[in-house]
């Protein structure tokens, strides 16, 4: 159980053009979907919070206006790179929590966090 | 500002050996650490979770053990095999958010 899926797994787009990546919980609903981005020998740099039904919460650096996130039902939260330039190519994972929400996770109820498999984006 | 740090950055065993990650924190006031597995070009899997209360964790040949006063936490593989061969990544929780706090993860190689 918990499995979380990423489309696409690999993408390859032209500079100025925008790209859009879906992440899934397959078989749970997941209130609160995290993504992250990693560069090559680096650490995952968490880049939103996704809360269904509301804004996301931005990390402070990234830009809200490039990085378009929505997450518009209990499975599907969607991070729509806008306007890419070479500098974004990158390694995208989402992550999901069970239903519960941040309050649910504050009080320790929901910890784990299931990752998708990533999704590689190349900007030429 | 929680900073993780992993050591060693890269590690190559021979098959049966029993190995150590070593995984640092600098803010001990964590809500728990997260040892992690990911595939070259994968995502993660999850191995371990700790909560701050405990002192360690077992499943299988793994074991993570967390000293949260020192700001460290070890996971320790017994009788490595080639499967094992990955990135070990060590997550940290935050007591203040929910946010995960990576180290940069140590690449392991094991040889047959």
Redesign the interface.
Known sequence: GAV?S?HPSRVICKSGTSVKIECRSLDFQAT?M?WYRQFP??????MA?SNEGSKATY?QGVEKDKFLINHASLTLSTLTVTSAHPEDSS?Y?C?ATLAGG?AQ??S?GF????????T?LTVL | KQE?TQIPAALSVPEGENLVLNCSFTDSAI??L?W?RQDP??????LL?I?SSQREQTSGRLNASLDKSSGRSTLYIAASQPGDSATY?C?V?SGSG????????TSLLVTP
């Open positions: 979380v990423q609160t995290f020998k680096k650490s995952l740099m968490l919070t990390e390694f994972i992550s941040i996770m504050r320790g910890d784990t966090q299931y990752f998708g498999p990533g590689r | 993780v809500y728990n997260q992690f070009g994968k995502g993660l899997t999850s979770l909560q990544l997550a929780r929910y946010a995960l706090n990576f180290g940069k993860g």
